[in-house]
Nanobody, 114 residues
Framework: QVQLVESGGGLVQPGGSLRLSCVAS????????MGWYRQIPGKQRELVAG???????NYVDSVRGRFTISRDNAKNTVYLQMNSLKPEDTAVYYC????????WGQGTQVTVSS
């Protein structure tokens, strides 16, 4: 049973930064393409950044140039460095595989507000 545990969220002012972490337990982590997703209440969960097993990355247009996804396979951890945060980045952030999702974790709340 794989567990995903996200952390690192919080309240930050516009223009600020946060670094999210996601630890995956109980899986052969380094073989899988992973992603960071976010969800606003009442809206569908959306993929914001993805990283392949080989380290190639992709981003949704709204975060490209501000967010950076990375991974440490030895630690079964995926990171999301978020810079120049905007109020519209406010959401609950989750990590998961790109396909054949594991059970979703609790996510971590990111609130960007002055």
């Amino acid at each position: 049973q794989v567990q995903l545990v996200e952390s690192g969220g919080g309240l930050v002012q516009p223009g600020g930064s946060l670094r999210l972490s996601c630890v995956a337990s109980g899986s052969i982590f380094d073989f899988f393409n992973m992603g960071w997703y976010r969800q606003i209440p009442g809206k569908q969960r959306e993929l914001v950044a993805g990283i392949t097993s080989g380290g190639s990355t992709n981003y949704v247009d709204s975060v490209r140039g501000r967010f950076t996804i990375s991974r440490d396979n030895a630690k079964n951890t995926v990171y999301l460095q978020m810079n120049s945060l905007k109020p519209e980045d406010t959401a609950v952030y989750y990590c998961n595989r790109r396909v054949n999702y594991y059970s979703w974790g609790q996510g971590t709340q990111v609130t960007v507000s002055s």
